[in-house]
């Protein structure tokens, strides 16, 4: 049976512009790892935009939370999330 090699991703080249701070800080650890600098910074990218993602997300569910509890009053949201308010004696 033949095994399937691992995928390799696809590239594409570019150009891109950077601030000083942030291509000397690639540089260097690029030059440490002993990998060229495309690979510390499609790998910089790459978690950039994980975070991203999640924090989009995040955003995404407290807008859905926010528009699935709209109409409801303070006391029925603690009501929902188990927070049994106190009875007010006159």
């Known amino acids: 049976?033949?095994?399937k090699s691992p995928a390799v991703p696809r590239k594409r080249r570019t150009t891109l512009t950077l601030?000083?701070?942030?291509?000397g800080q690639a540089e260097r650890i690029a030059r440490a790892r002993h990998v060229n600098l495309s690979v510390v910074?499609?790998?910089a990218?790459?978690?950039?935009?994980?975070?991203?993602?999640?924090?989009?997300?995040?955003?995404?569910?407290v807008r859905d939370y926010q528009?699935?509890?709209r109409g409801f009053t303070a006391e029925e949201i603690m009501i929902l999330d188990g927070i049994?308010?106190?009875?007010?004696k006159h």
């Open 45 to 61: 990218l790459a978690s950039g935009l994980r975070i991203e993602t999640a924090r989009e997300r995040s955003a995404q569910v």
């Open 1 to 3: 049976m033949k095994q």
């Open 41 to 43: 910074v499609a790998e």
């Open 84 to 88: 049994i308010p106190e009875t007010r």
């Open 67 to 69: 528009e699935a509890f």
């Open 19 to 23: 601030p000083v701070d942030a291509l």
